[in-house]
């Protein structure tokens, strides 16, 4: 799996999910329990994994939509 996102904010977390699994990519969001630990106050970011074949249509995707992504590594 490899990192698509990284983000503080739960409402494009959301977002991201219901678009790529609206295009049937399945993905994953790490570090969920971490940020409700820390109290919600931001400082944790969500991690949102995709499987390695789905990567780029991911990004495309995302990219359509106008959501920020990291550069590539």
């Not at 399945?26 to 919600?40: A, N």
């Not at 949102?48 to 249509?57: T, Y």
Request: proline share 4%.
């Amino acid at each position: 799996m490899k990192e698509l996102l990284r983000t503080n904010d739960p409402t494009i977390v959301a977002f991201t999910t219901a678009l790529l699994r609206g295009e049937d990519i399945e993905c994953f969001v790490l570090d969920v329990h971490m940020s409700i630990l820390e109290g919600s106050i931001g400082v944790m970011p969500r991690r949102m994994m995709v499987a390695d074949a789905h990567l780029f249509r991911a990004r495309a995707i995302l990219k359509d939509n106008e959501i920020e992504l990291p550069e590539q590594k």
